[in-house]
């Protein structure tokens, strides 16, 4: 397997959607490639830090806000 | 051939169910249970397309607002989050269009860029690489990077990487093939990455964060 063959199945192992057979030739690539294991483990670890770290925080208030305006709708409609 | 037990399984209903049922009904509190649920989802959704926080605000604002009122129309086939999440990118989408007049924002446009299809940066990170930044620089450089892709990618990331929607509903959601998003994600991922490898390489000295420019956004 080349490295531009292991990149084009990089999301697939990342998402666990590969066949065992599929895995095992990738792992294999990732065992013998010190690039390639670079790039899939920077990857995972990218996806992690997005989505383990809140960026944008919720405004406060904006929750008190919408249910005031859900609470005014209802009594309109319901 | 699926078994009796995948069958119930597929049939089992979403917790969310219930509670459309009790909004429907015309219990509100019901719906402020949803709110609660899902509001960060769509602030952060809102705020990674329009990339303004009033914007974003009112795209949270608008989009709960219009789920309540559409809520008759809302079929079940798919999950009332994932519905919700549709809702949240056309407001957001129309919003960021009547910024900017005449500068439309497409989605599903062809992206051409070469960036990050062919990763450069080889460099192995730090063990715990944002153990290297307080939060507030950490959220800055993650914004930073983030803000600098592609909306086409931002988006795809967004909704499959950080939000959890599945190929199928990002595409459904973006109205995108599911090669499109497919291809979009694996070069948002690798521009990512490649981007942050500035920040969090092993056994180098940290770059500016600039901590002044850092807001503390609680």
């Known amino acids: ?78 | 051939m699926a078994t009796i037990q995948s069958i119930a399984a597929e049939n089992e209903p979403h917790p969310d169910v219930a509670l459309v049922e009790r909004v429907r009904a015309g219990d509100v509190s019901a719906y402020d249970t949803l709110v609660r649920k899902y509001e960060r989802q769509i602030f952060r959704i809102a705020q990674h397309i329009t990339q303004n926080r009033e914007d974003a605000e009112d795209v949270m604002q608008d989009a709960f607002l219009k789920a309540y009122e559409k809520l008759e129309q809302f079929q079940g086939n798919s999950k009332f989050y994932t519905w919700l999440v549709r809702i949240a990118v056309n407001e957001s989408l129309m919003r960021l269009r009547k910024r900017r007049t005449g500068k439309m924002v497409l989605i599903d446009e062809e992206i051409e860029t070469e960036e990050g299809s062919v990763p450069r940066d080889l460099a192995d990170w730090a063990p715990d690489p944002e153990q290297n930044y307080n939060q507030a620089e950490l959220a800055e450089i993650l914004r930073k990077t983030i803000q600098g892709l592609p909306p086409g990618f931002r988006i795809v990331f967004v909704l499959r990487d950080v939000e959890g929607l599945s190929t199928e509903e990002t595409a459904e959601t973006l109205g995108l093939s599911i090669p499109a998003v497919k291809s979009r994600l694996l070069r948002a991922r690798l521009q990512l990455r490649e981007r942050l490898s500035r920040y969090f390489h092993r056994k180098k000295g940290r770059p500016a964060a600039s901590p002044k420019k850092t807001r503390t956004e609680k």
């Open chain 1, 1 to 78: 397997m080349t490295c531009k063959e292991f990149l084009a199945l990089l999301d697939d192992l990342i998402d666990d959607s590969v066949s065992p057979e599929m895995r095992a030739e990738l792992q294999t690539h990732l065992g013998k490639c010190g690039h390639c294991q670079v790039v899939f483990n920077t990857t995972r670890k990218t996806i992690e830090i997005y989505r383990s770290h809140e960026i944008y925080d919720l405004p406060a208030g904006l929750r008190d806000r919408l249910h005031a305006a859900i609470m005014a709708r209802c009594k309109k409609g319901c």
